[in-house]
Every structure is written in C-alpha cells, then in structure tokens.
T-cell receptor, first 116, second 109 residues
Framework: IAGITQAPTSQILAAGRRMTLRCTQDMRHNAMYWYRQDLGLGLRLIHYSNTAGTTGKGEVPDGYSVSRANTDDFPLTLASAVPSQTSVYFC???????????????FGEGSRLTVL | GQNIDQPTEMTATEGAIVQINCTYQTSGFNGLFWYQQHAGEAPTFLSYNVLDGLEEKGRFSSFLSRSKGYSYLLLKELQMKDSASYLCAVMDSNYQLIWGAGTKLIIKP
C-alpha cells in the first residue's frame, strides 16, 4: 500500500526556474493539500483541493499554483522559483468531504527543495 | 489573530512520563489534533479531541479543555523511539487547520 507518493524527494533549483512537485495518492481521498514546513514555524497551507476539479488558496499561496485533474494527482508548481521558497513541502490527503473537516491527514514523505 | 503555542523543546528520561502542553486562540473550534513527526519524516496522526476530557490510546493520552483553550499530550513509559517532534493543530470555524510549531522531545537513557 503506497498511500501518498511525492517526487522528487529532494531538489536543488536555480532561482527563476520552473519546478513541479508531484503528488499521487491511491486511497481515493477526496481532499488533498500542499503544506510547507520551515524551521520554527508550524505547517503552512499553500493550496488545497476538496475534490477533483476544484482548488483553493491556503495561507501562503503566492508564487505557487496547483491543479486537480483527477482524484489521485495534485501537482504543485513554482512558476519562477525564489530563494524564500526553500523549504520542505508535504502533500497530504484526507477522506473528508469538504474543507479540512474531521478526519486525519495522511502525509507524503516530503520534498526538500533548495532554491539558490 | 489565530495562535497555537507549545514548548519548543522538552527532555525526558526513558521509562518516565512527559506532558506536552498546547494552548490555542482560534476563530472557533472544530477539534484538536496531535501528530508525531520523526526527524526527516512525515507527520503521522496520534489523536483527535473535540469534546472536553481525556482520550487514552495505549501509552499516549490526549486531554482537552475547550473553555481554557488548552490541551496536553501525555506519553507514558517513554521509549527511545518516542524521540520526535509533536505537533498540535486546531481546526477553526472554517475547518482550516492551524498548526503549532511543534515540540521537539528528546529522550535520554
């Protein structure tokens, strides 16, 4: 059972380059999320999707975009990376029917991104 | 604004008991979560409280007081593998999760 798979595991990227972080889940969860985790800060929500075909902005959406063409995949794109986007990115899913309502989050293993 | 406070770091001895506190100020309340995160790994779910009181799950228990905006995670019979960060998160009235910065727990033999 894979759960949630993220790729790449880590990446070093030059500023200004475009980058897509991939996230795939096999649990048929409706809701998916992208978080970033920085030292000394709590997890911060970038974008979310309550169901296939819909997306929403989280707390820190600027510089990021997402799409949800189907239930399983939820890629995160940095159109033009900047050093402040250096972080660990976690994709998560839940079987909640709307928003981040009741139900635990299942996280991928994370993608460590360094922007130079 | 919304805020979750928890200690940055705690140290405890193998076999002992430790209590990790979490206080919160949020716009509404729809439940409080505790997650465990080992270094370099993903967070994993530990507990969920929505009503006042104590929820026990093996060596781990979680307590909630909504009137005080307070929760704690109690870990008994500590093992070396319990060395990890423990994340407190509150779901607000919009069903958005607000996360604390986490408490790094160090277990010494």
């Amino acid at each position: 059972i894979a759960g949630i798979t993220q790729a790449p595991t880590s990446q070093i990227l030059a500023a200004g380059r475009r980058m897509t972080l991939r996230c795939t889940q096999d649990m048929r969860h409706n809701a998916m999320y992208w978080y970033r985790q920085d030292l000394g800060l709590g997890l911060r929500l970038i974008h979310y999707s309550n169901t296939a075909g819909t997306t929403g902005k989280g707390e820190v959406p600027d510089g990021y975009s997402v799409s949800r063409a189907n239930t399983d995949d939820f890629p995160l794109t940095l159109a033009s990376a900047v050093p402040s986007q250096t972080s660990v990115y976690f994709c998560a899913s839940s079987d909640g029917s709307g928003g981040q309502d009741t139900g635990e989050l299942f996280f991928g293993e994370g993608s460590r991104l360094t922007v130079l | 604004g919304q805020n979750i406070d928890q200690p940055t770091e705690m140290t405890a001895t193998e076999g002992a008991i430790v209590q990790i506190n979490c206080t919160y100020q949020t716009s509404g309340f729809n439940g409080l979560f505790w997650y465990q995160q080992h270094a370099g790994e993903a967070p994993t779910f530990l507990s969920y409280n929505v009503l006042d009181g104590l929820e026990e799950k093996g060596r781990f228990s979680s307590f909630l007081s909504r009137s005080k905006g307070y929760s704690y995670l109690l870990l008994k019979e500590l093992q070396m593998k319990d060395s990890a960060s423990y994340l407190c998160a509150v779901m607000d009235s919009n069903y958005q999760l607000i996360w604390g910065a986490g408490t790094k727990l160090i277990i010494k033999p």
